[in-house]
């Protein structure tokens, strides 16, 4: 199994305990859950279950009759459930019977949000097995589901039989680039560290998206085979995907759409403004929503209160295919090679990478020898007038140190070239934001891009550090 070395820790550490656990495992769709848990717990699974997505209760029992009868054969369970009730007391029976002593049973259910739906009775059934005997067996009660906020809301914070019954959770994350780069060397695909990032800013971490890459081909190559070619695997996955997570994901995909028209992101009332959504549950449920997913991310304002902060769009994916692909038909070939020659490419090039340095910014602080202090890190932004030219800055790195790192993201194909235009920029920058932040840290002027810089006379003292691409690929740095 590729990375994940934290989560599969977390996982074995429960099978040393004494106890009975209940471990809930969320995560946008495609993440690689099931393969995660089915891998660590594979010797120890006793009984798994999936739901099916809008199946009726009757259908799920059905279901899950025809699959006790295959995991227990030589049980004395013949007849098929009516209920959720029977259904548990049924799988007791069964895990009684093959009970082996001081060894850890596994019981897996997966797709909970479609088993758990409304008026099935699942959770509450759930809740009475569990506190009534799973709860005092050697076991694990792993709970799994794709609509991450629904498992928050539902499983993590419920207030009937379930209430504070989890005893660990794992919120699985895209892969990091790092983990990206052993994926794709376990495919024999040998790219280089700038050709992987090309790729992961067009589909970013997703394990089912990553193993489309095929040996032999280039970036440009594969995608156009994987998101333009009409039998692309990719190239309608936008709806399907917001449609498999979320109940009204119409509106979802309103928002994600509006925060595209920004690179920067917006904050809440800039969404309200764009959007016909009040400012109300409804909107926060569907914010919520999108970030416990990993679609969008909070970003805090420097300096402000934690309400002061903006939303951005952060999966890859959907970036890439409001910008390139939505709404348009495809019938040349090559068309992925032919528009990443346009400035509208370049534009998208440069978001892209400022977006994913912001999700590796642990990688930056190892980077900058500063990972063992304490940081916030945060966007700052001035608002200009008609006497004072406004500021804006992405990425700032606030540290317990008394120092600030003023981040400069860069994505480029060669060495960066510092001017002596933007050497004058940064010095102005790193000047007017001391002064309208009235901070008495030592501010630096940290540059972020792939490959390295060629400073001009100017430059050489207005850049305090310079991070390449290679040092967002450290394993560790999110462990």
Request: hydrophobic content about 40%.
């Amino acid at each position: 199994m590729i990375g994940r070395g934290h989560e599969t820790q977390i996982m074995l550490d429960l099978v040393k305990s004494t106890k009975a656990e209940m471990l809930v495992v969320y995560g946008r769709r495609r993440v690689g859950k099931t393969y995660l848990i089915k891998n660590v717990y594979q010797s120890m699974m006793c009984f798994d279950f999936t739901g099916t997505q809008n199946a009726s209760k009757a259908n799920q029992l059905f279901k899950f009759s025809e699959k006790l009868r295959e995991r227990f054969p030589e049980s004395q369970f013949s007849d098929s459930v009516k209920t959720w009730n029977e259904a548990f007391l049924a799988l007791k029976k069964c895990l009684i019977e093959v009970q082996i002593k001081d060894q850890k049973q596994v019981i897996f259910f997966d797709e909970l949000p479609w088993l758990a739906s409304a008026k099935s009775d699942f959770l509450e059934e759930l809740g009475y097995w569990w506190n009534d005997w799973a709860s005092q067996k050697n076991v694990i009660v792993v709970l799994c589901g794709s609509a991450a906020s629904w498992m928050l809301k539902k499983v993590i914070h419920h207030r009937g039989g379930l209430h504070n019954r989890v005893t660990k959770k794992i919120n699985l994350k895209p892969f990091t680039l790092a983990e990206t780069r052993l994926y794709l060397e376990s495919l024999n695909v040998q790219w280089d560290d700038y050709q992987i990032i090309q790729f992961y800013m067009t589909v970013g971490g997703i394990p089912t998206y990553l193993q489309q890459v095929q040996q032999g081909e280039t970036v440009p190559q594969t995608i156009d085979r994987v998101l333009f070619s009409k039998d692309g695997a990719l190239r309608n996955e936008f709806t399907n995907l917001y449609a498999s997570l979320f109940d009204n994901y119409q509106n979802h995909i309103k928002i994600i759409k509006i925060l595209a028209e920004k690179w920067a992101g917006m904050n809440r009332q800039e969404i309200i403004a764009k959007s016909s959504f009040k400012d109300g549950g409804g909107l926060s449920k569907i914010l919520e929503e999108l970030e416990a997913s990993s679609f969008i991310t909070q970003i805090p304002a420097f300096q402000k209160k934690h309400k002061d902060f903006v939303y951005r769009l952060s999966d890859e994916y959907s970036l890439f295919y409001l910008k390139f692909m939505e709404g348009k038909i495809f019938t040349a070939k090559n068309e992925w090679q032919k528009a990443s020659g346009e400035v509208k490419y370049k534009i998208w090039a440069g978001f892209a990478f400022e977006s994913i340095c912001i999700k590796h910014v642990e990688a930056i602080k190892v980077a900058l020898g500063i990972s063992g202090i304490y940081t916030e890190t945060s966007s700052y932004f001035h608002k200009g007038n008609e006497t004072t030219e406004g500021l804006q800055l992405d990425l700032v790195i606030d540290r317990a140190d008394r120092a600030i790192n003023l981040c400069e993201i860069k994505f480029y194909n060669d060495d960066f070239i510092m001017t002596d235009a933007l050497s004058t920029t940064l010095r102005q920058r790193r000047q007017r934001f001391k002064e309208f932040t009235n901070t008495r840290k030592i501010v630096f002027n940290t540059l972020i891009t792939t490959y390295g810089v060629k400073h001009s006379r100017e430059s050489l003292g207005q850049i305090d550090h310079v991070i390449t691409m290679d040092k967002l690929f450290i394993l560790d740095s999110f462990e």
